[in-house]
């Protein structure tokens, strides 16, 4: 079975510019989570949606970052416009319910120049 | 405050030498804790969920266990190939989806 589907793997962009991330779930789940995790803070919770609802943004840095989830395969986190400080890996993953085990994709490295 | 402490933050083995990775945590009535294993470049990967003091889970060389205030990871005879990060975290009673993450323990084991 496909795990947790994560694009692109590698961003590289100059300060200013607009980044979207985009995951796909594992097909079934019904709760999917966008992390961050830098050397200095760990792995932090961006966004929390439940069956396609956002339920909690409370870790969304500002309001340069959105996330949406159109349907239940797929989702985006966008931060517009990107700041060398949001250079970090970004984690999408998935649970079959929000209080089950979390799969984690692959991430995406993001570095703002 | 809930809170997950990970120590060390760094361990170095030669092959073959048993130890054990701590998670100390704090919360208000524990629904689980996880363990993940984290490679270079890749996402963390599932490893065990504990519910409950006492509970044991077995997988390959790793063991991990769980009291009313920590966890083990304990490692048997490692290999080259358990070098990683491994992270731990736990979900309250009072969250339905919330993670509670320690910083993880980077383990290094030489041939």
């Known amino acids: 079975d496909a795990g947790v589907i994560q694009s692109p793997r590698h961003e590289v962009t100059e300060m200013g510019q607009e980044v979207t991330l985009r995951c796909k779930p594992i097909s079934g789940h019904n709760s999917l989570f966008w992390y961050r995790q830098t050397m200095m803070r760990g792995l932090e919770l961006l966004i929390y949606f439940n069956n396609n609802v956002p339920i909690d943004d409370s870790g969304m840095p500002e309001d340069r970052f959105s996330a949406k989830m159109p349907n239940a395969s797929f989702s985006t986190l966008k931060i517009q416009p990107s700041e060398p400080r949001d250079s970090a890996v970004y984690f999408c993953a998935s649970s079959l319910e929000a209080v089950d085990t979390q799969y984690f994709g692959p991430g995406t490295r993001l570095t703002v120049l | 405050e809930d809170q997950v402490t990970q120590s060390p933050e760094a361990l170095r083995l030669q092959e073959g030498e048993s130890s054990s990775l701590n998670c100390s945590y704090t919360?208000?009535?524990?629904?689980?804790l996880f363990w993940y294993r984290q490679d270079p470049g890749k996402g963390p990967e599932f490893l065990f969920t504990?519910?409950?003091?006492?509970e044991e889970k077995e997988k390959e060389r790793l063991k991990a266990t769980l009291t009313k205030k920590e966890s083990f990871l304990h490692i048997t005879a490692p290999k080259p190939e358990d070098s990683a990060t491994y992270l731990c975290?736990?979900?309250?009673?009072?969250?339905?989806?919330?993670?509670?993450w320690g910083a993880g323990t980077k383990l290094i084991i030489k041939p």
């Open positions: 919360v208000s009535g524990l629904r689980g």
């Open positions: 975290a736990v979900q309250g009673m009072d969250s339905n989806y919330q993670l509670i």
């Open positions: 504990l519910y409950s003091a006492g």
